[in-house]
C-alpha cells in the first residue's frame, strides 16, 4: 500500500484510540470503585443503549473481515456464519435473555450458583469462560495483525506482531481504568461507525452492479473459478463425509454458542430491568440482521470486483476481503478516494477489534475475580479487592492472548472464532439450561456438565486439523492429528449435555426444591432479582 493509505488509516485510527481513550479518562474519573460499577456499569444503561452496545460486542473482526472473506473465497459455504451468527440470536431472545437478567448479578456463574454450592460450580464456570473468552480474543488479535499486515503492504511478521501488543495493552488499559461503562460506550461508538461504513460500502457496490443482486452473483461465480458450483453448498464442506460433519459441526456451534458466551451473557446485567434486558436483544436483532445480510453483500461483491485470487493472494484465509475492496470501490489504490475509503474501512475494521477485545477482557476477569478469585478465598474478597483482583486479572488474560494471537496469525478469524463457539455452546450452554429449566439438577450434574462438555472440547481442537497435519495448521512440521473434523461441536455439545445429566442421576444429593422453586419464580417475573 502506499504511503498515503497508510498515513491517513493510521490517522484515523490513532483519532479513534484517542477518543476511546478520552471516554475511559472520563469515566474513571466518575466512578466509586464498586463492584457494580466496574461488572455493570451501575446497571444505569437504557435499552436502546445496550442494545447497541451488545450488537458492537457481537460484531466482531469475526464478522467484519472473516466472514465476508470466507464468502469471497467459497461462496455459499461461506454463508454458513452469516446464518448461524444471525439465527443464534432467536435462541438467546427467547431462552436465555431475561432469565438470565433475573437470575444472576455479574457472570454465568451467579445463575447457576443461585440453587447450587457455590464454591465449586463457580470455580467450574469461571474456568470455562475465562478459556472461551481467551479463544474469542485470539481471533481478534489475528485480524488485527492481517489488518496491519495489508497496510504496511505486507512487510514482515514483526509488524503483525506489534500490532498484537499494541491491541493487547489498550484493552488492558480500557478494561483496568474503565470498567463496564467505559467499555459499553466504546462499544456504542464502535457500532454506529461499523454500520456506516457496512452501509457505505454495500451501497457501492449494488451501484456498481446497477443495484441488481443476480448480476452481482453472476460476476462473482465467474471470477471465483467455480463456475455454478460458487453458488451451492459443498465448494469448502461438500468434499467429503468428513467435510459435510463438519459443516454440521460448525452450524450447531454458531446457532447454540452464542446464549454460552460470558461477554454476551454480562451484557444483560447492565440494564436495570429484565424487561429491558429483553428490549436490548430486540434493538441488538435489528442491527445485527441487518449488518450480516451485508456481509453477504460484501463477501460475493468481494469475490466478483477483486476477485479471490487477489484476496487470498494479500491473505491467504481471506481475512483482508473487505479493505481490498474498499479500495477498488473508491476507485483503485492509486485514486484518493480509494485511499480514504481504504483508509476508513481499516480505522473502523481497528475500532471493531479494539471494542470486542474490551467486551471479552472485562468478562473474562469478572470471572477470575468474582467467580474463581471469590469463590477460594471468599472470607477476604471485599468488594473492592474483587475490583483490584479483576483488574490485575486483565493484565493476565491479555498477556496471554496476546501470546495466542501471535501463533495463530494466518488462521481465519471467522473460523477461530467458531471454536470459541464450539467451547461455550459445549461447556457453558448445557450448565445454564438445566439449571434453568430441570427441577432435579444438582452440583455434581453442574459440575459435570462444565467440565464434560468443556474438556473434549479442547482436547477435540488440540488433536484436530486445526493444530496439526495439515498445511494450514498452528503447527504444520508435526503430525499428531487424530480427530478429523476441525469444529469440534458436533461430539462435544452432546457430551456436555450427557455429562450433566449422569452427573446429576449418580448423585446422592437431593435436588433443593425449595431454591428450585425461588429460582423459577425470580427468573419468569423478576421478582428478588438483583
Known sequence: MTDDHQTLALLLFSGFVAVTLAITTWVSRNRHGSAEEFYAGGRLFSPMENGFAIAGDYMSAASFLG???????FGYDGLLYSVGFLVAWLVVLFLVAELVRNCGRFT???????????????????????????????????????????????????????????????????????GMRATTWIQIVKAVLLMGGAI???VLVLLRFHGDFDQLLRSAAERSGHGDKFLAPGLKYGGDWTARFDF?????????????????????????????????VVWSIGLIGGFYLMTI??????????????????????????PLLALDLG?????????????????????????????????????????LYASLRRRHAQ????????????????????????????????????????????????????????????????????????IPAVVLVLLSPVVSGSPDALFPDVDFQFFPLQNPGLFSIPLGFLAGWIGTVTSAEEADEAKHAETEVRSLTGAGAV
Do not use: C
Request: proline share 2%.
Open 67 to 73: 466472514i465476508s472473506g470466507l464468502i469471497a473465497l
Open 383 to 454: 468488594p473492592r479487592s474483587e475490583v483490584a483482583v479483576a483488574r490485575v486479572a486483565a493484565v493476565g488474560v491479555g498477556v496471554i492472548a496476546i501470546g495466542l494471537g501471535l501463533l495463530a496469525r494466518d488462521l481465519n478469524v471467522a473460523f477461530l472464532v467458531g471454536l470459541a463457539f464450539a467451547v461455550a455452546a459445549s461447556a457453558n450452554l448445557p450448565v445454564l439450561l438445566y439449571s434453568l429449566f430441570w427441577r432435579g439438577f444438582t452440583t455434581r450434574g453442574a459440575v459435570w456438565a462444565v467440565y464434560g462438555g468443556l
Open 108 to 178: 454465568l456463574a451467579d445463575v447457576v450458583a443461585a440453587r447450587m454450592r457455590e464454591r465449586p460450580v463457580r470455580i467450574a464456570a469461571g474456568t470455562s469462560s475465562v478459556v472461551v473468552s481467551v479463544l474469542y480474543l485470539v481471533a481478534q488479535m489475528v485480524g488485527a495483525g492481517s489488518l496491519v499486515a495489508l497496510l504496511l503492504g505486507g512487510t514482515g511478521k514483526a509488524a503483525q506482531s506489534w500490532t498484537v501488543v499494541v491491541v493487547g495493552a489498550l484493552m488492558v488499559v480500557y478494561v483496568s481504568m474503565g
Open 248 to 280: 454440521i459441526s460448525l452450524g450447531l456451534a454458531l446457532v447454540l454458542g452464542t446464549a454460552g458466551l460470558p461477554h454476551i451473557l454480562s451484557r444483560f446485567y447492565t440494564v436495570p430491568t429484565a424487561r429491558a434486558a429483553r428490549r436490548s
Open 297 to 322: 453483500v460484501l463477501g460475493f461483491g468481494a469475490a466478483a470486483i477483486v476477485g479471490p485470487d487477489a484476496v487470498r493472494g494479500s491473505n491467504a484465509a481471506g481475512n483482508t476481503a473487505v
Open 331 to 371: 476507485g483503485g489504490a492509486d485514486s484518493t478516494g480509494g485511499t480514504v475509503l481504504f483508509a476508513i474501512v481499516a480505522a473502523i475494521a481497528f475500532a471493531t477489534i479494539l471494542a470486542v477485545v474490551a467486551g471479552i477482557t472485562l468478562a473474562s476477569s469478572a470471572s477470575v475475580a468474582h467467580d
Open 200 to 202: 457505505a460500502l454495500t
